[in-house]
C-alpha cells in the first residue's frame, strides 16, 4: 500500500525514532508498504518517519541502471559502525523536500549494521550513492534532514518554499 510522504516542516520530521525490538508482522507489511512508496515517488531511500511511524526503519534501492537487478534493503535498527576519512559530495534531495536540491558532503565509504526483515543481523560496507543514500536515510531517525547541513540562509529559504507548497496542496 501506497502510504503519503510527509513534507517538511512537520514535527515528526524532527523526533529521534524509538529501537524496534520485536519484528512483528506489522512492521514487515509497513516495511513493505515503504518499498512500495519509495518506488511509487519515485526515491532511492525511504525513512519511517517519513511516512509519519517514528521507528528505526529505512528502506532503499540505489540501483538506477536500466535493464540492473533491483535491490530493495530494508533495514531495522541501521547504525552507521565505521566510515572513511575520504568523503563524497552529492547533491542531494528528498522526498519529504520535493524539488529542492543541495551538495551535501558525506563520509565516502561506512560500515553499516541493520537487523533485516528476517531478523538477522547483516553487516555491509557501502561505497558512493549508496554510502550517501544509507547516511541520509539514517540521519532521517535522528530526526535530521539533509538541509540541516546547510547554511542558515539556503535552509530558510526552501523550508519557506515547503511551507508555501503545504498552503498550495491545502488548498487543492
Not at 510527509?6 to 507489511?29: G, N, Q, W
Not at 511516512?51 to 535491490?71: A, F, M, N, S, T
Amino acid at each position: 500500500m501506497i502510504r503519503p510522504i510527509l513534507i517538511h516542516p512537520d514535527p515528526r520530521l524532527k523526533k529521534v525514532c524509538d529501537p524496534v525490538d520485536d519484528l512483528s508482522d506489522e512492521l514487515r507489511t509497513l516495511a513493505d508498504d515503504m518499498l512500495e512508496t519509495m518506488y511509487d515517488a519515485p526515491g532511492v531511500g525511504l525513512a519511517a518517519p517519513q511516512i509519519g511511524k517514528l521507528h528505526r526503519l529505512i528502506v532503499l534501492d540505489c540501483v538506477k541502471e536500466e535493464g540492473e537487478e533491483p535491490r530493495p534493503l530494508i533495514m531495522f535498527n541501521p547504525e552507521v559502525i565505521a566510515s572513511s576519512d575520504e568523503t563524497n559530495v552529492y547533491e542531494e534531495g528528498c522526498l519529504s523536500i520535493p524539488d529542492q536540491y543541495a551538495e551535501v558532503t558525506r563520509p565516502k565509504v561506512v560500515d553499516v549494521s541493520w537487523i533485516d526483515r528476517d531478523g538477522n543481523q547483516q553487516q555491509e560496507t557501502f561505497d558512493g550513492l549508496w554510502a550517501t543514500c544509507v547516511q541520509h536515510e539514517i540521519d532521517h531517525l535522528n530526526g535530521k534532514l539533509f538541509i540541516d547541513y546547510l547554511k542558515p540562509l539556503k535552509r530558510q529559504m526552501i523550508t519557506r518554499k515547503m511551507q508555501k507548497l503545504k498552503r498550495e496542496m491545502a488548498r487543492s
